[in-house]
Nanobody, 125 residues
Framework: VQLQASGGGLVQAGGSLRLSCAAS????????MGWFRQTPGKEREFVSA???????TYYADSVKGRFTISRHNANTVYLQMNVLKPEDTAVYYC????????????????????WGQGTLVTVSS
């Protein structure tokens, strides 16, 4: 099983990037998919998540209204990031996990079953 995150890069403040997460090795049709980010010396923090069917999405307050998560198919998830800020600079990780319908809190916790290798996003001021 492998999750491959891509799409990171260097962008000026106010710009946009789209991150992609491609999962392979099994079907993730029953899995929630999420994005977390981490900067040196800090804990991994939740950014956004989408449930298995794609009809429920979750966002950190810091990215609401600027980021949009979407699910292309069972194994591909995107994170559209607009109006980027320098504080969005981080390594972004995609993750997948089985999350029950009544376990909303689990979307926000960095305890997913599978993790990708991360892609670096750098936003210059």
């Amino acid at each position: 099983v492998q999750l491959q995150a891509s799409g990171g890069g260097l962008v000026q403040a106010g710009g946009s990037l789209r991150l992609s997460c491609a999962a392979s090795g099994r079907s993730f049709s029953s899995y929630a998919m999420g994005w977390f980010r981490q900067t040196p010396g800090k804990e991994r923090e939740f950014v956004s998540a989408i449930n298995w069917s794609g009809d429920s999405t979750y966002y950190a307050d810091s990215v609401k209204g600027r980021f949009t998560i979407s699910r292309h198919n069972a194994n591909t998830v995107y994170l559209q990031m607009n109006v980027l800020k320098p504080e969005d600079t981080a390594v972004y990780y995609c993750a997948a996990s089985l999350i029950g319908p009544y376990s909303t809190r689990d979307y926000y916790q960095p305890q997913y079953d599978y993790w990708g290798q991360g892609t670096l996003v750098t936003v210059s001021s």
